[in-house]
């Protein structure tokens, strides 16, 4: 089964600068989807960014990248110029390429400081 | 254009009590999900829907929670008898306009906060 693991409970991070989330998977599959959800305070999840595996271009979205290495297994989110409204949980999830069920993983905290 | 509307936002209710959410997706979205995520976790997937019919539900426990989509629209997720480790928050997601195409972006709800005292 597949499983996704973020290392990074908690991660803080000053207003305007740069943070990047760490994300791993485990798979067999070749082909898959992998994305990362935003899930503010008030608990409704929004998707930040998507990636196809079959694609070997980074997702990119205004100020959130990602940096995808298929060998590693390994999909971490950068978030540029951090704003007061980044904070939130984030969610790394993998989806199959032949099914819809999403596995996320446990999360990680973040806090943007004035 | 309306995102995935749930309800009740908050339930507290006894151990052995009986609790039903209900969701309402967004708009010609074939698939639907119940997630059940508990406090510093992850969701984790408990049943999805294509249209009426269940696609899967193995991570449901049945002995307890049951799940219906009636005419393919809006679903209803129950839980009877609740127990104490049932105490989370229940999201549900739609995706797939175009009827179950590969990697769908799912769209969440507000969730229901479950406490069970």
């Known amino acids: 089964a597949q499983t996704v693991t973020q290392s990074q409970p908690e991660m803080s991070v000053q207003e305007a600068e740069t943070v990047t989330l760490s994300c791993t998977y485990d798979?067999?599959?070749?082909?898959?989807?992998l994305f990362w959800y935003k899930q503010p305070p008030s608990r409704q999840m929004i998707l930040v960014i998507r990636q196809e595996a079959y694609k070997q271009q980074n997702a990119t979205e205004n100020r959130f990248s990602v940096n995808f290495q298929k060998a590693a297994k390994s999909f971490s989110l950068k978030i540029s110029d951090s704003q007061l409204g980044d904070t939130a949980m984030y969610f790394c999830?993998?989806?199959?390429?032949?099914?819809?069920?999403?596995?996320f993983g446990a999360g990680t905290r973040l806090t943007v400081k004035p | 254009e309306a995102g995935v509307a749930q309800s009740p936002r908050y339930k507290i209710i006894e151990k052995r009590q009986s609790v039903a959410f209900w969701c309402n997706p967004i708009?010609?979205?074939?698939?639907l999900y119940w997630y059940q995520q508990i406090l510093g976790q992850g969701p984790k997937l408990l049943i999805q829907f294509q249209n009426n019919g269940v696609v899967d539900d193995s991570q449901l426990p049945k002995d307890r929670f049951s799940a219906e989509r009636l005419k393919g629209v809006d679903s209803t997720l129950k839980i009877q008898p609740a127990k104490l480790e049932d105490s989370a928050v229940y999201l549900c997601a739609s995706s797939s306009p175009s009827g179950g195409a590969r990697g769908d972006t799912q769209y969440f709800g507000p969730g229901t906060r479950l406490t069970v005292l």
């Open positions: 708009s010609g979205h074939a698939t």
């Open positions: 999830a993998f989806m199959g390429y032949n099914n819809n069920d999403m596995r």
């Open positions: 798979t067999s599959e070749s082909n898959y989807y």
